[in-house]
């Protein structure tokens, strides 16, 4: 009877044990209940979504009208002539700019974490672009680089008169570039600095000591330290691919004469009609909503891949101070 007795003791206190626990996590379910309502509805609920309508042929209205097609949609997309455009035009600007747009802020963050006088003033002169509106900043160098009465043709006049550059017609995409460099350099030139400060002294001070000069301390000490800050970059460049919609659209307006209309409604140049331009004109212009998410999940597979690739790799160039499982 003893043991019973032990052993009915020693379930009711396995139970409360067990218990405990629960009465601690059901806050944490209650607290986190809004953001999984918010991720249900708001993000898992439009991708699941977007995937069925990708086979259907629907206008983003008309819900009767609605019919399954299949992969007539993707079918479609692959054969698309100006999808292709546009995903050339995206490559090209990628294959630009990236390279660029990871160099610079690169050799600004190198130069801001040097002793220098009015370090804090330049440091803000460079992260002040990447906090303006998108919008202003495209107004402000469309009044630069406007075809009739931009600034730098006022200043290209003074200097040889009648001289006459179609910047936002004949060079859209080096405007597009220029101003996409200006205004993503400052924020990435912070988290340089901060990969570049994160450099133990220690083991930069023992390569000195060792013999090195201040190249070979930078290229063997320095620079693989901060590998994880430019595969991060490297990875959210990827990521961006193809996200160019906005800026070309802006940079379209009536103002130089570069594009038809005004605002989202402009035609880009077509060396600006780049592969999301194509789908905001599929989308909203001839209402082929089914179509456009087509577009949309082929452009993030081939994101994924790349991404996919760029993880591949990193084992070969990416270093850590601590060793990763």
């Not at 032990?6 to 379930?11: G, S």
């Not at 690169?106 to 003033?121: C, K, P």
Request: without cysteine; glycine residues 8%.
């Amino acid at each position: 009877m003893s043991v019973i007795r032990d052993m009915r003791v020693a379930l009711r206190e396995r139970g409360s044990k067990e218990r405990v626990p629960w009465r601690k996590a059901k806050w944490f379910y209650l607290f986190i209940t809004p953001w999984m309502i918010g991720f249900l509805v708001f993000t898992l609920g439009p991708v699941l979504s977007g995937i069925l309508m990708s086979f259907t042929n629907f206008d983003g209205m008309n819900f009767d009208a609605m019919r399954f097609v299949g992969f007539h949609n993707y079918v479609e997309a692959v054969k698309d002539e100006q999808a292709w455009w546009g995903f050339k035009r995206v490559m090209y600007v990628t294959v630009v700019g990236m390279p660029l747009g990871m160099v610079i802020p690169f050799i600004a963050a190198v130069l801001l974490t040097r002793q220098i006088r009015g370090q804090g003033v330049f440091r803000t002169l460079f992260y002040i672009p990447s906090i303006l509106p998108i919008t202003a900043v495209v107004w402000v160098w469309k009044l630069m680089m406007d075809n009739n009465y931009g600034l730098v043709n006022a200043a290209l006049d003074a200097i040889k008169p009648g001289t006459y550059v179609r910047w936002l017609t004949e060079y859209s995409t080096l405007v597009l570039i220029m101003m996409g460099l200006w205004g993503a350099t400052g924020q990435a030139t912070v988290y340089y600095m901060a990969g570049l400060q994160s450099v133990p002294k220690e083991l930069e001070d023992a390569a000195l000591i060792d013999g090195a000069n201040a190249w070979q301390k930078f290229r063997f000490v320095t620079l693989p330290l901060v590998t994880p800050v430019i595969f991060y970059q490297l990875v959210m460049s990827v990521l961006n691919i193809g996200q160019i919609l906005v800026q070309p659209l802006l940079l379209a307006g009536s103002i130089g004469g570069a594009g038809q209309g005004s605002g989202l409604g402009a035609i880009p140049p077509r060396d600006n009609y780049f592969f999301m331009v194509h789908v905001f004109n599929r989308v909203f212009t001839y209402f082929r909503f089914g179509y456009g998410f087509a577009l949309l999940w082929l452009l993030f597979a081939f994101a994924l891949i790349l991404t996919l690739i760029v993880f591949g790799t990193a084992r070969y160039w990416v270093f850590y101070e601590v060793e990763q499982e």
